[in-house]
């Protein structure tokens, strides 16, 4: 498609339930990057995918989230045994070239509100 | 790490005025700095960029400018309108040594436009 699809818009979970979230990138872009937006508007990076590949994983907490992009497949972020400091935008983002040199376009982001 | 400054948090201009929005980064390898427009309950969106090898670079009423010695860089809003009003976002690209590029967010400008 022509623009990054986020599903879903929202999602309640309570604490220490499983929360999956979905991007579909732009239609012939290559890279997939996962932010997380907080109260205050602090976007933090948490992992880029090439493809199918994990490109950078550096901001990810290890211990529960997890990544993946499979072929002809949406990408997802899962967070296992959700916490409520998990509660947060999360932003898809795409891109054509490699890495962030270059023009990323955003999805509208999932909200995950953990309660 | 790279880190990001944002000046200032909060604007207010009457409409057909000015705005200016400052951010200083830390991390002289960025060499990549987009700004982007967040409205309310939406995803950022890009509205111009400027490389390190370019000073200036305009956009209709929308101009960046970029000076890589005191490592800041500006947006420039002129005759603003009310749909101007949005939060504003700088960002820096860094190589992060893991292969790839992440984007490093400033901590947002809440701009309003007073009609």
């Known amino acids: 498609g022509e623009e990054v699809a986020q599903t879903p818009k929202h999602l309640v979970r309570g604490e220490g339930q499983k929360a999956k979230l979905y991007c579909a990138p732009i239609?012939?872009?290559?890279?997939v990057f996962w932010y997380q937006q907080v109260l205050k508007n602090e976007f933090k990076f948490l992992i880029s995918?090439?493809?199918?590949?994990?490109?950078?994983e550096t901001g990810m907490p290890k211990e529960r989230f997890s990544a993946k992009c499979l072929p002809n497949s949406p990408c997802s972020l899962e967070i296992q045994a959700t916490k409520l400091e998990d509660s947060a935008v999360y932003f898809c983002?795409?891109?054509?070239?490699?890495?962030?040199?270059?023009?990323?376009?955003f999805g509208q982001g999932t909200r995950l509100t953990v309660v | 790490g790279e880190n990001v400054e944002q000046h200032p948090s909060t604007l207010s201009v009457q409409e057909g005025d000015s705005a200016v929005i400052k951010c200083t980064y830390s991390?002289?390898?960025?060499?990549?700095f987009p700004w982007y427009k967040q409205e309310l309950g939406k995803g950022p969106q890009l509205i111009i960029d400027?490389?390190?090898?370019?000073g200036e670079k305009k956009d209709q009423r929308i101009a960046v400018t970029l000076n890589k010695t005191a490592k800041h860089f500006s947006l420039h809003i002129t005759e603003t309108q009310p749909e101007d009003s949005a939060v504003y976002f700088c960002?820096?690209?860094?190589?992060?040594?893991?292969?790839?590029?992440?984007?490093?967010f400033g901590k947002g400008t809440k701009l309003s436009v007073i009609p």
């Open positions: 983002a795409s891109s054509q070239y490699k890495g962030m040199n270059t023009e990323a376009f």
């Open positions: 239609k012939g872009h290559s890279y």
């Open positions: 995918f090439q493809n199918e590949n994990v490109f950078d």
């Open positions: 991390d002289s390898a960025s060499n990549y």
């Open positions: 400027i490389r390190s090898n370019v």
């Open positions: 960002a820096a690209s860094r190589y992060s040594g893991a292969g790839s590029y992440q984007l490093t």
